[in-house]
């Protein structure tokens, strides 16, 4: 199946805003930041949030956080959090990445695959060891991180902390392998 990451543009399409919606305002600790009602506030709301990734107008105790969709076969599916670094705050709750699949869409292997592609994205910004927490009673995710190599590290008044090693090999490094 064709799927495929894809950083937040401005503007996004309806597409995008339709996903939005279907997962509502967010559950098991993932905070669904593009929930609005109507396209119009959907389409000024995606500016102050792409421009999180460069650190611009974030919120106090906010790090650079950058959104990536996944889309099957053309279709989002769900999308993905990548904070920059951690704070004293995320090493408690939140870690580095977050992520969420629409309702209609769970169950056939999107959320491990977008969690793969949330951590080569990371990689590529130079995180070494990524912290993934969860929910002690979200199988669903906790399955999610234990295929792509997590392994608890912690689990502390029924929250679970993850880490995962990530290869330390900048592209431009990997590309030098190839020759
Ligand atoms: C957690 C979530 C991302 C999983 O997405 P998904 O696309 O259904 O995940 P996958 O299809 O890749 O399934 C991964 C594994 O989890 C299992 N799984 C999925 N949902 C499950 C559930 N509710 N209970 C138990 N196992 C579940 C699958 O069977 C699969 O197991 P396997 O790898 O052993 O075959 C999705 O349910 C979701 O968006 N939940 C709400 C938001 C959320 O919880 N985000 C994470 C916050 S920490």
Redesign the pocket.
């Given at each position: 199946m064709a799927m495929e990451l894809r950083e937040l543009t401005v503007p996004e399409g309806r597409e995008i805003y339709e996903m939005v919606r279907e997962?509502g305002s967010?559950?098991?600790?993932?905070v669904n930041s593009l929930y609005i009602a109507g396209y119009s506030k959907f389409l000024k709301l995606l500016p102050v949030l792409r421009d999180y990734s460069a650190g611009t107008g974030l919120p106090p105790g906010h790090v650079p956080q950058t959104l990536y969709f996944l889309y099957a076969e053309g279709r989002p599916?769900?999308y993905g959090k990548l904070r920059h670094w951690l704070t004293d705050s995320l090493r408690v709750t939140g870690?580095h990445i977050?992520?969420?699949?629409?309702?209609t869409?769970?169950?056939?292997?999107?959320?491990?695959?977008?969690?793969a592609g949330l951590l080569d994205k990371a990689s590529e910004l130079g995180i070494r060891r990524a912290l993934?927490?969860?929910?002690e009673d979200?199988?669903?995710?906790?399955?999610?991180?234990?295929?792509n190599g997590g392994s608890m590290a912690e689990l502390d008044n029924r929250y679970c902390r993850y880490w995962i090693d990530l290869l330390d090999v900048s592209p431009a490094e990997d590309r030098d392998k190839s020759k």
């Open positions: 997962i967010g559950e098991n600790g993932f599916v769900g870690g977050g992520y969420c699949i629409r309702p869409a769970r169950g056939m292997g999107y959320g491990t695959a977008l969690l993934l927490t969860c929910n979200n199988m669903g995710s906790r399955r999610v991180i234990e295929n």
